[in-house]
């Protein structure tokens, strides 16, 4: 008897670890959608992958051990450097309603202070010159180019990465693409393409050799792609989809008419927190959040962050207390299960910042209240700059360049960088900053923390 499995209704650009951990987890749920996923980069998922056929394994950890799901809704990997046209006639196929996104926030091609597609980065320049893209952005206007050239309808651009309404932003820098390649095109995009924002939450730690040993021991099957997730997940979704993709309502997908008050609880409240507790974290020598966590100090420090700098600045979701939300968050941190690394959370610090702690600070310092708990974050994200490796940041050079003889002069220097910093913020902050980076400069991280508890 010859299998069934689904066929293609999404082509997603990014099949890493968190897609396959959280987005292919409700289509599995779902049933009947398949997924093309794209690699921008290399072809190591894909190798890994193909020899189960791209099935893979799904491990939900907690404290108490593994839950082992095995996911099938993957029908191939497709590796763009080699085959740029194959992603674009994929896009254009008409049985592809949604083409999806996980490209992390340095993906977007964009300045994290403006939002604004950055006509200079590498990759633009490349896609403005020629009409076999290499950035995702690029693939999405080449892509609906294909598809308006076949008379098709443009299929729904579903952001689900960490930026403060993604769908907005991947309208503007795709529309904004297009108009430098083709002005009609662009109009197009703008009057017919479809872009809902999302919110998606679920932490999904890097998978080690010894993780792979271990699901493979406890499966009985050899699996070179296994993805580790913790048992809480979350997608949110706003209501300006195509009638068809609200079929993932059916399978606890949350569909919204405003996506705000979910993105900044979550961008604010988890993503900010997790960003704050890499760089105290590795500044105080621990490696995993439920480590850095286990500390009195840290976990008193980012009570305080959520009770009296983040939550003022948030407007509760129907039915969420806050409150309630940021237990949940320190529960979830905790889970020894999980081996999160900071190491991994740090990485890419200047597109995460703006979204992440910036924003809070904006908006907490013009509401009147204080911020010294998430500029002490930031302080910390500066303490890193002199060890950064170009692998950890596309700001790396930058970001080194900044650090200067005195701790004033660094924060002065960085406070300059308005991709990151917008200058009236940047201006605002200079003195609490300069003074707590000092502070961190001078006496050490736990001195630091210590006045949190």
């Known amino acids: 008897m010859t299998e069934t499995r689904p066929p293609v209704r999404i082509v997603h650009l990014g099949l890493g670890a ?87 926030e340095k993906g977007y091609c964009h300045d994290p202070a403006t939002g604004i597609l950055n006509a200079d980065h590498p990759a633009i320049r ?16 080449r892509g609906l180019a294909a598809r308006r050239q076949a008379g098709l309808a443009p299929f729904t651009v579903l952001s689900c990465d960490n930026l403060s309404d993604n769908g907005a932003l991947t309208r503007a820098v795709t529309v904004d693409l297009a108009r430098h390649i083709d002005p009609d095109l662009a109009d197009w995009i703008a009057a017919e393409g479809v872009f809902p924002s ?86 105080a020598g621990f490696a995993t959040v439920a480590e850095a966590v286990a500390d009195k100090s840290m976990a008193a420090y980012l009570q305080h962050l959520w009770q009296h700098e983040v939550i003022p600045t948030l407007t509760a979701p ?15 941190f905790a889970n020894t299960g999980i081996q999160h690394r900071l190491s991994q959370i740090a990485m890419d610090g200047s597109q995460k910042i703006p979204q992440r702690l910036l924003a809070t ?37 930058h970001l080194r360049a900044c650090v200067a003889d005195t701790p004033a002069q660094t924060v002065a220097n960085v406070l300059s960088l308005e991709t ?3 200058p009236a913020l940047a201006a605002r902050i200079k003195t609490p900053l300069t003074e707590i980076y000092t502070a961190l400069h001078t006496t050490g991280v736990h001195r630091c923390l210590a006045k949190y508890g």
């Not at 939300?325 to 320190?330: D, S, V």
């Open 126 to 141: 490349h896609d403005l010159r020629n009409p076999l893209p290499r950035s995702a952005i690029g693939f999405l206007v």
């Open 198 to 283: 999302s919110m998606v939450d679920r932490i999904v730690p890097a998978t080690t050799p010894a993780d792979i040993e271990r699901i493979a021991a406890l499966s009985s099957r050899t699996d070179a792609a296994p993805v580790l997730h913790e048992p809480f997940s979350q997608w949110v979704i706003t209501d300006d989809l195509a009638d068809d993709i609200a079929e993932l309502a059916t399978v606890g997908v949350q569909i919204v008419p405003q996506i705000a008050p979910f993105e900044h609880m979550k961008l604010r409240m988890l993503n900010g927190a997790h960003s704050a507790l890499a760089y105290l974290g590795l500044c």
């Open 361 to 397: 600070v904006d908006d907490a310092l013009a509401q009147g209240g204080k911020a010294d708990a998430l500029l002490l974050g930031l302080a910390a994200w500066i303490a890193r700059f002199e060890t950064l490796q170009g692998s950890d940041d596309p700001m790396a050079n």
């Open 318 to 332: 129907p039915d969420t207390d806050l409150g309630v939300y940021a237990g949940t968050l320190m529960t979830r």
């Open 18 to 104: 968190f897609c396959r951990a959280h987005i292919c987890s409700y289509l599995q749920d779902l049933g009947g959608w398949g997924v093309l996923g794209v690699s921008l980069r290399s072809a190591s998922v894909r190798d890994a992958l193909a020899p189960r056929d791209f099935r893979y394994t799904a491990a939900a950890l907690s404290s108490d051990g593994l839950e082992l799901r095995q996911i099938d809704v993957v029908r191939g990997c497709l590796v763009a450097p080699e085959d740029p046209a194959a992603v674009i006639a994929a896009m254009a196929d008409p049985a592809v309603s949604l083409v999806s996104l996980t490209v992390t």
């Open 420 to 422: 990151v910093f917008d």
